[in-house]
């Protein structure tokens, strides 16, 4: 069974630009979050969507948005970036039936902004 | 607002050495939590908690979760250097079946050969 796939795995972007992370989660999951990763603060929520619908969010910006489709494959989306938009974007999915809190994690998209 | 804390931040230990991981949190609507183990990039799962003093256990690792206190810890005997990693605390937040996790920034673990 295939795990989370998140592409790109690095990209590089310059302050101003905007940058879109795509995440294909375990075929079966519909529920699918992003969570951001750096040095200072850990991971942190941004959002979760379940059905194509939004269903939980972090407190970031407006400038973080994301989307899901009717497969369940998600983007999101950072515009006017700034450098402190650097960091591991880790996506992750969960299946449905029993709760067992596991979030199975893509290996992520490593975001430079210069 | 919710909050995981864990302690120590970083450990070095020598190989065979038993270590013990802390996490704390003040959360609202408390559902369970998890540990994670971080080794490159993408997370994974060890265990999840949901009632207090009943203690998980696989291979070397163990963890219990004391709700009272709101504190759980994870114990590592015989380490070996693949234990090598962040290991993650997160606590997951029920509200009217949503989820998302709210993570601790991790302790680094670091096995000396």
């Known amino acids: 069974k295939a795990g989370v796939t998140q592409t790109p795995r690095y990209l590089i972007k310059t302050r101003g630009q905007q940058v879109t992370l795509s995440c294909s989660p375990i075929?079966?999951?519909?529920?699918v979050s992003w969570y951001q990763q750096t040095p200072g603060q850990g991971l942190q929520f941004l959002f979760e969507?379940?059905?194509?619908?939004?269903?939980n969010k972090g407190n970031f910006p407006g400038r973080f948005s994301g989307r899901q489709f009717s497969n369940s494959r998600s983007e999101m989306n950072v515009s006017t970036l700034e450098l402190g938009d650097s960091a591991l974007y880790l996506c992750?999915?969960?299946?449905?039936?029993?709760?067992?809190?596991?979030?199975?994690f893509g290996e992520g998209s490593r975001l430079t902004v210069l | 607002e919710d909050k995981v804390v864990q302690s120590p931040l970083s450990l070095v230990v020598h190989e065979g050495d038993t270590v013990t991981l802390n996490c704390s949190y003040e959360?609202?609507?408390?559902?369970?939590l998890l540990w994670y183990k971080q080794e490159k990039k993408a997370p994974t799962f060890l265990f999840m908690l949901?009632?207090?003093?009943i203690e998980k256990k696989s291979g070397r690792l163990s963890s219990i979760l004391d709700k009272k206190e709101l504190f759980s810890i994870l114990n590592i005997t015989a380490t070996q250097t693949g234990d090598s990693a962040v290991y993650l605390c997160?606590?997951?937040?029920?509200?009217?079946?949503?989820?998302?996790?709210?993570f601790g920034t991790g302790t680094r673990l670091t096995i000396i050969p």
């Open positions: 997160a606590v997951d937040l029920h509200n009217f079946g949503n989820e998302k996790l709210t």
């Open positions: 969507y379940f059905s194509e619908t939004q269903r």
């Open positions: 075929s079966g999951h519909r529920s």
């Open positions: 959360v609202t609507n408390f559902r369970s």
């Open positions: 992750a999915s969960s299946g449905q039936g029993l709760y067992t809190g596991e979030l199975f």
């Open positions: 949901t009632s207090s003093g």
